[in-house]
């Protein structure tokens, strides 16, 4: 009969080093997955840089907090 512990603790290092990698594996896919991703940038609001007009106006508009904004 096998014994469990006697196992484990013959490898450990073996199930500690597949253990991270299965971490470092899972951070790496829930960071870059699309779902994630598309719903973080789906809330940010990129800036206006011109717009297509038929008369002839100007307009002026000033960003003092550019960068500072926290996207929550």
Not at 13 to 32: D, R
Not at 57 to 72: E, H, I, T, Y
Request: proline residues 3%; charged residues 20%.
């Amino acid at each position: 009969m096998l014994d469990i512990r006697r196992i484990i603790q013959k490898h450990r290092g073996l199930f500690s080093g597949l253990g991270l990698a299965l971490a470092v594996a899972l951070i790496f896919w829930t960071v870059n997955s699309p779902a994630i991703v598309g719903a973080a940038a789906s809330q940010r609001k990129l800036p206006i840089y011109s717009t297509q007009r038929d008369d002839k106006v100007v307009a002026l508009s000033f960003d003092a907090a550019w960068g500072n904004v926290r996207v929550r």
